[in-house]
């Protein structure tokens, strides 16, 4: 079967090959229950987390709707991240200093493997998006799902400060009180800095991500 070009409608879902699901599935089922007992539930609220068991089903389902709402939610993000992990494993210094745990020789190896998926979960999913076609009605579900994933986490998840005992308990979830989970940011009033988070995410991270999909990936039939 001949390749489809960038931008061309995939009549049919290309198949994801079973040991691929298999092993994602086997890795999901030993992270999911540490990180419940480690981070408590609400670290299932991080967009990167919801990515890794969304993209579960959308494999054994084989949706091009499920996997490219995750590509929108997380591949761009997920970049910086990489970005980051491979600057501090090159050159010795971090650009942003959110893989900084990654190098903390404190925090056991176990850990630091499981936390790796921020950094191939994003490449799987341009993978799968090539299997499975880009379905453009990702873009406004992803964003509606997004900013109800905010308010939950703004105004029912935990804020910064973790409970005494659970100092790895999930805190400040997706940023939603600031940079700092130890201490909520000061910089401007609380709705306003949501509002700005709200929009950044969707306007720098998910319309980006749309048009290149778009734009350069196959796309489902809707």
Known sequence: MTKPNPGQTL????????WVKLVYTAFVC????????????????????????????????ESPFLISTQAIAIVLMQMLWVVDFVARLVTGLHITGITGYMFNSGIPLFVRGLSLFHGWLP????WLVVRLGYDRRALGAQS??????????????????PSVGRTNAA???NYVYGFDDAHPQTWMAPGLWFSLLTTVNLVCFYLP????????????RT
């Open 144 to 161: 509606v799902f997004a900013i109800v994933v905010l308010l939950v986490c703004f105004f029912l998840a935990p804020a910064p400060l």
């Open 209 to 220: 991500t749309h048009a290149c999909l778009r734009k350069w990936f196959p796309l489902a």
């Open 171 to 173: 805190v400040n979830i």
């Open 30 to 61: 030993v992270l999911v229950p540490y990180y419940w007992v480690a981070y408590t539930p609400w670290n299932f609220l991080y967009f990167c987390d919801i990515a890794l068991l969304i993209t579960l089903a959308g494999m054994w389902l």
């Open 123 to 126: 490449f799987l999913l341009l």
């Open 11 to 18: 009549t049919s879902a290309g198949r994801i090959p079973l």
